[in-house]
């Protein structure tokens, strides 16, 4: 039904997503608003998207075959905004497993 290939994907898409409006929306609304309660809403989800994207590229790193620069370059995305799309866009979708 679904590989674990898509399902990468899916948690690759949803962490960035996460991260963007923690970062863009709910962050600002903590300062800017003195609103904490986004950021409690967004945070917990977001981590453990976070832990499951790294997982799972750990998992996945045999089956593409990424080279160590790749790999960082898996790793790293995860902790920069937009990242996990562009590993979507250049690693994920570009390669079969």
Request: cysteine-free.
């Amino acid at each position: 039904m679904f590989s674990f290939k898509s399902i990468f994907r899916i948690v690759a898409l949803l962490e960035g997503l996460s991260y963007i409006l923690l970062l863009f929306i709910a962050t600002p609304i903590k300062y800017l608003a003195d609103d904490p309660q986004y950021v409690k809403l967004l945070g917990m989800p977001h981590g453990i998207l976070f832990i499951a994207y790294i997982a799972m590229a750990f998992m996945l790193k045999p089956d593409y075959a990424w080279n160590t620069k790749q790999f960082i370059t898996v790793l790293v995305a995860s902790i920069i905004p937009f990242g996990t799309f562009y590993i979507d866009k250049v690693y994920l979708k570009s390669t079969t497993v």
